[in-house]
């Protein structure tokens, strides 16, 4: 079965770059789809961040588009997400995900507090 | 980019009841709609895909319509494990945007 765990430090200080790993068993990231990270604040609106695809194309939210990198590692099967110059305004839960025709496995989340 | 705006924002509905979620798109999305169910503290679910077929293993009580700039999701007979909250996404254009959610209470 298709699994996809997030991980990452919980808490990062402001000014500095949040930086997440998502790691798939279960389906090669490189087979097919684009892979996701995606957020959600607290009060709980959802945001689409970014997508690396099967063939290492990428595309990003343009209101994230000069803070964002989304980069992955074949041969461990794994995607990431760096998002620099943090704000208290990026605290939230941040989600990766795949997307076949939507996203149809999703990790179960990692929170991420951003504060000094 | 194209924006989502669902409605309601909250909704009270007892058991066995019909619900109506909608979501209003700010441009033509041409089908290319999800629907999420999330529970407390956990990941959203995928519902529907691509506006009306729905998700492998989603029971045949959820539908989705639509076309253009306006979608619903439709739950017939509500179950006790329908009560969370409900997300829709668009994929057309370069930012796949959510919806702002309709939280689904027990009246």
């Known amino acids: 079965d298709v699994q996809l765990q997030e991980s990452g430090p919980g808490l990062v200080k402001p000014s500095q770059s949040l930086s997440l790993t998502c790691t798939v068993t279960g389906y090669s990231i490189t087979s097919d789809y684009a892979w996701n990270w995606i957020r959600q604040f607290p009060g709980n609106k959802l945001e689409w961040m970014a997508y690396?695809?099967?063939?290492?194309?990428?595309s990003y939210n343009p209101s994230l588009k000069s803070r964002i990198s989304i980069t992955r590692n074949t041969s461990k099967n794994q995607f990431f997400l760096q998002l620099n110059s943090v704000t208290t305004e990026d605290t939230a839960t941040y989600y990766c995900a795949r997307r076949r025709h939507a996203m149809d496995y999703w990790g179960q989340g990692t929170s991420v507090t951003v504060s000094s | 980019d194209i924006q989502m705006t669902q409605s309601p924002a909250s909704l009270s509905a007892s058991v066995g009841e019909t619900v109506t979620i909608t979501c209003r798109a700010s441009g033509n999305i041409h089908n290319y709609l999800a629907w999420y169910q999330q529970k407390q503290g956990k990941s959203p679910q995928l519902l529907v895909y691509n506006a009306k077929t729905l998700a492998d293993g989603v029971p045949s009580r959820f539908s989705g319509s639509g076309s253009g700039t306006q979608y619903s999701l439709k739950i017939n007979s509500l179950q006790p494990e329908d009560f969370g909250s409900y997300y829709c996404q668009h994929f057309w254009s370069n930012s796949w945007t959510f919806g702002g959610g309709t939280k689904l209470e027990i009246k």
């Open positions: 690396i695809s099967y063939s290492g194309n990428t």
